[in-house]
């Protein structure tokens, strides 16, 4: 059966690969809209970036939204440092041939939801939660379309990669995910404890560029860069491959293990701004909203995603 998602990302060059992969998967998955947040680097250059992902995919006929350019209460933190300054360093940037739609990315999430059946939509968050946070805030009519929210962000054992408490996606939307995290429709999550496992290792890398397709070869490109930084910090064979994860759970759920349990945000300490807290033991009564993902088959993800990525050259 065909599952119909909206993507919502700030490609960020992993952001980019879910796309890829997703793109590559129209057995599986419909994807009936990417909508672009501010995140690792500004809107401006994410939506184009998103754009950019489906002219080399040669889907140019997926619509594309631009969405929100601050988070919902705070100033914008984007990530340079880690996806460079056109937050896809590593292939050359082209003015897109995908156009941008006029519609502004909430009001088609709330509008293509408000037209589906009841449990009929799958959100896909790939970066900070201000979209989807927002489209709640303003249309709470939303919520019984959607079937599940997919989302990479947070951490629990892996503790934070932005702050000491914090994984950057939520830390830059605290109050948009908090929305989210409370709307009471089922969430699965992909934390840093999942994404640490995925490491774009040379060999995994390397497979991928044999492909020889565009695709593949801008995965590749995209991977190379993403590397240099992520390796010297985690002192790691690999950077963390994180938002594909989210897809590959849609197409292939038993390569992940997961439990249920209840995910809360912190709002409010500057400390902790961010935090993610875990459940995980059922030491409070707090109610499961979440299936928090911990363990994949990493081999297992590589051969999916290079499996995938292939078929760009057929
Ligand atoms: C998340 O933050 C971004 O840098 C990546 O695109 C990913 O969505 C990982 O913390
Ligand atoms: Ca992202």
């Given at each position: 059966m065909t599952r119909k998602i909206i993507i919502d990302c700030d490609p960020g060059q992993d952001d980019a690969v879910a796309l890829f992969l997703a793109l590559a998967s129209s057995e599986e998955l419909d994807l009936l809209g990417i909508t672009a947040v501010c995140g690792n680097v500004p809107l401006e250059l994410t939506q184009r970036n998103a754009r950019q992902m489906c002219d080399i995919a040669g889907r140019q006929d997926v619509p594309v939204y631009a969405g929100c350019e601050k988070p919902m209460l705070r100033p914008l933190r984007t990530a340079e440092m880690i996806h460079g300054e056109t937050g896809i360093n590593g292939i050359d940037v082209i003015d897109p041939e995908t156009p941008l739609q006029s519609a502004h990315a909430v009001d088609f999430i709330i509008e293509t939801l408000l037209d589906a059946d009841d449990a009929s939509i799958i959100l896909v968050p790939t970066g900070p939660?201000?979209?989807?946070?927002?489209?709640?805030?303003?249309?709470?009519?939303?919520?019984?379309?959607?079937?599940?929210?997919?989302?990479?962000?947070?951490?629990?054992?892996?503790?934070?990669?932005?702050?000491?408490?914090?994984?950057?996606?939520?830390?830059?939307?605290?109050?948009?995910?908090?929305?989210?995290?409370?709307?009471?429709?089922?969430?699965?999550?992909?934390?840093?404890?999942?994404?640490?496992?995925?490491?774009?290792?040379?060999?995994?890398?390397?497979?991928?560029?044999?492909?020889?397709?565009?695709?593949?070869?801008?995965?590749?490109?995209?991977?190379?860069?993403?590397?240099?930084?992520?390796?010297?910090?985690?002192?790691?064979?690999?950077?963390?491959?994180?938002?594909?994860?989210?897809?590959?759970?849609?197409?292939?759920?038993?390569?992940?293990?997961?439990?249920?349990?209840?995910?809360?945000?912190?709002?409010?300490?500057?400390?902790?701004?961010?935090?993610?807290?875990?459940?995980?033991?059922?030491?409070?009564?707090?109610?499961?909203?979440?299936?928090?993902?911990?363990?994949?088959?990493?081999?297992?993800?590589?051969?999916?995603?290079?499996?995938?990525?292939?078929?760009?050259?057929?």
């Open positions: 939660l201000t979209n989807i946070g927002t489209a709640i805030d303003r249309e709470p009519g939303i919520l019984p379309k959607i079937e599940q929210i997919v989302l990479m962000g947070g951490a629990m054992r892996e503790g934070g990669n932005r702050t000491p408490s914090a994984e950057f996606n939520i830390l830059v939307d605290p109050d948009a995910a908090d929305n989210v995290f409370r709307c009471g429709r089922p969430i699965v999550q992909m934390g840093l404890d999942v994404t640490h496992q995925v490491l774009s290792t040379r060999d995994r890398v390397g497979r991928i560029a044999a492909l020889g397709n565009p695709v593949a070869d801008a995965t590749a490109g995209m991977l190379s860069f993403f590397d240099r930084y992520d390796t010297k910090k985690y002192a790691s064979k690999g950077a963390p491959l994180h938002d594909p994860c989210t897809i590959a759970w849609l197409i292939r759920p038993e390569l992940f293990e997961g439990k249920d349990c209840n995910v809360s945000i912190e709002t409010q300490s500057e400390l902790t701004l961010g935090h993610t807290a875990v459940d995980f033991w059922h030491v409070t009564e707090r109610p499961v909203n979440v299936h928090w993902v911990y363990s994949v088959d990493a081999g297992g993800f590589y051969d999916l995603l290079t499996e995938r990525l292939a078929r760009f050259g057929d």
